[in-house]
């Protein structure tokens, strides 16, 4: 069984910073994709970014350039460096570990989320 814990999330004001963290569990990690998605109240889960496991990133737009997701396969982690937040950046936010190496294998297991709120 895979695990997932996030950390990093917190309270920041606009055009400000955080770094979300992801540590996984398990063996499988360095061989598969991972993502980044958020939930805001009322919204559906989207995805914010994502990167193979030979480091290959994907970025929605909203994000680009703001975002940078990373990713340590030495310490089994992922990284979301967020920069210039907006207060539409406020959410829950989930990592998540793909089926596979690949982006279209999509999501297997989630973290817990952690809250990142954007105050103006």
């Known amino acids: 069984q895979v695990q997932l814990v996030e950390s990093g999330g917190g309270f920041v004001q606009v055009g400000g910073s955080l770094r979300l963290s992801c540590a996984a569990s398990g063996s499988i990690f360095s061989s598969h994709a991972m993502g980044w998605y958020r939930q805001a109240p009322g919204k559906q889960r989207e995805l914010v970014a994502e990167?193979?496991?030979?480091?290959?990133?994907n970025y929605v737009d909203s994000v680009k350039g703001r975002f940078t997701i990373s990713r340590d396969n030495a310490k089994n982690t992922v990284y979301l460096q967020m920069n210039s937040l907006k207060p539409e950046d406020t959410a829950v936010y989930y990592c998540a570990v793909y089926r596979g190496s690949l982006l279209f294998t999509g999501p297997n297991y989630w973290g817990q989320g952690t809250q990142v709120t954007v105050s103006s």
């Open positions: 990167i193979t496991s030979a480091g290959r990133t």
